[in-house]
């Protein structure tokens, strides 16, 4: 396992157990749920998980001894446990290399890595202004322009640093890059069809499709699909640039307005009330599984837990699906 995905690993289950906590403790007051509530705070292996998470970043925001990559899913996931452990310039500098590589369509990169560590089978694209690293995108994914939005949110709510948007890069303020990363989901991963973004069928993180040997690149091969992990981000996305753009905005309320019908879209195509869970897939055209795979049988934690955090779900329902985990 990559290094920076064992935090990431550590950061969800830091989440769903302390937001199951706080679910069961603040219920129905049933004895049962007090008792659950209070085993999982007093657990003492989460300040040591705490612990050895803090001890990795301070080794570096690369992906580990193996992985010379600074992946922006990664840096969004554990940015404020870096922030505790790294000088704030660090990171802010590790943000900035990642608009340098914007796209003129507003495409977020995966990742970059230094210049003279390039390899592997990806397609690379370089910056005359930060001529030092090499960029790479995943054209699977659907999530790298929303993880960077949060993560300069996270960024500015921790240090308080908000000359970070007036930063100018390219000829364009990061603020603006922000609204153009986001618009880049709406013009090239929309379905008009169903108010959602769309990805490629993808495991590992989100990151890889079975249809192809390197697995990364959208091809003729690839299956289109919308899941609530996309979508969930994207709102966060949005959630978070709403705030940082401020309330006098003039952009502001068209954002709110697309918030509330992505919100709309994902309980009317995703969310299954009878199950209580979230569907996998919806497929544009059809599966890459055989028609004997039942999909329905599967239980996406992460996805479900980015919902929860993107307040897809009542506290009823965060409460059904929380129980639903420590279920399975």
């Known amino acids: 396992m990559k290094r920076q995905n064992a935090v990431r690993v550590l950061c ?16 129905s007051g049933t004895a049962e749920s007090q008792v659950l509530s209070k085993r999982i705070l007093s657990n003492r292996d989460l300040p040591l998980v705490l612990e050895q998470a803090q001890e990795i970043l301070k080794q570096g925001l690369n992906a580990g001894s193996g992985y010379a990559e600074v992946w922006i ?14 000088d704030p310039q660090r990171i802010r500098q590790a943000l900035l290399v990642f608009f340098h590589f914007q796209g003129a ?24 202004t930060m001529p030092q690293f090499q960029g790479h995108k995943n054209t699977v994914e659907t999530d790298q322009e ?45 379905s008009e069809t169903y108010g959602l973004i769309w990805g490629a069928t993808t495991s590992d993180w989100g990151g890889v499709q079975p249809e192809h040997s390197w697995g990364v690149e959208l091809d003729e091969n690839s299956h289109l699909a919308i899941d609530v992990y ?33 919100r709309s879209k994902v309980r009317e195509h995703l969310w299954d009330p009878a199950r209580h869970k979230f569907r996998t897939h919806i497929y544009l ?6 028609r004997d795979f039942d999909e329905a049988r599967i239980y996406y934690h992460g996805g479900t837990a980015i919902a929860v955090e993107a307040d897809l779900l009542s506290r009823e329902e965060v409460g059904l699906v929380l129980g639903d985990m420590v279920n399975n």
């Open 105 to 128: 369509d507003g495409n977020i990169i995966d990742g970059y890595v230094p210049a003279k560590k390039a390899g592997g089978g990806y397609k690379y694209i370089s910056s005359t």
């Open 285 to 290: 055209k059809d599966s890459p599984f055989p």
């Open 12 to 27: 969800v289950s830091l989440f769903l157990v302390t937001s199951c906590a706080c679910v069961c403790g603040a219920q």
């Open 146 to 190: 929303s993880s960077l939005v949060q993560a300069v949110y996270k960024y500015t709510n921790k240090t308080g640093d908000r000359s970070l948007l007036d930063e100018t890069v390219q000829g364009k303020t990061v603020r603006a890059r922000l609204g153009l990363a986001l618009d880049f989901l709406l013009q090239h991963r929309y």
């Open 230 to 262: 996309d979508n969930a981000m994207f709102i966060i996305a949005i959630n978070n640039y709403i705030e940082l753009l401020g309330p006098d905005s003039a952009s502001t309320l068209s954002w709110q307005q697309r918030v509330t019908q992505l």
């Open 73 to 86: 899913r990664d840096l969004n996931t554990f940015i404020e446990l870096a922030l505790d452990t790294s």
